[in-house]
């Protein structure tokens, strides 16, 4: 009889405060936004490896990168709309189309199609910063995330660059700063997120 009553006594709780049932735990948050965007640098590694390498698997190393993109697009979704979570996936995806082309275009000498895909993933880059800034405006400043971003750029060309000139000691260590970097941008959305919708949180 006694358990029943505290199960009667939870269950009222729940129905009254249904926010305390749903609440995300902001550590487990920080490690899925850890773990998407990680897996963000971690996937183009691999891509930029197999496409140098010219092997089988780049193709399927391509989908499973563009996955990356539509799993972050979903973490945001919940607190932005499907919408926006459906934007930023878009983004992110040219954003890695782009990147496939500047390595291709590299590896096969074409210099002009570099400098032009460069271009665009940059343009791409200040899109993505004016619309997470749009989104979370006053925890995401635009300026401070153009300029993440563009780190991010500088660091998976020079690790593609000189993955594809054979230097592969410095093609890791850009990619250990890639990394390193990318869990400082993914602590940064976290952070933007928690404030932003502090009753989704414990």
Known sequence: MLNKARFAITFIVLLLVPSFAFA????????????LWSDHVAYTRLFIVSAAAGVADKDATAQRLL?????????VAEFYGRDAGNKLTALLK????IAANIVTAAKTGDNAK???????????????????HGANPKNWPEATL????????DQ???????????????SMK????????????ADTL????????PAKFQ
């Open 24 to 35: 995300h735990s902001k550590t487990a948050f920080q490690d899925q936004m850890r773990r």
């Open 67 to 75: 996955q990356n993109q539509a799993d972050i697009g979903n973490a």
């Open 94 to 97: 040219d954003h890695i189309l």
């Open 114 to 132: 570099v400098t032009s895909e460069n271009k665009r993933w940059h343009d791409n880059a200040v899109d993505l910063a004016k619309f997470l």
């Open 146 to 153: 153009q300029s993440a971003l563009f780190t991010h750029l």
């Open 156 to 170: 998976t060309l020079s690790e593609a660059t000189h993955q594809l000139k054979g230097n592969y000691p410095a």
């Open 174 to 185: 850009d990619y250990d700063e890639a990394m390193s970097h990318m869990l400082m941008v």
């Open 190 to 197: 976290t952070k933007g997120i928690v404030a932003q919708f």
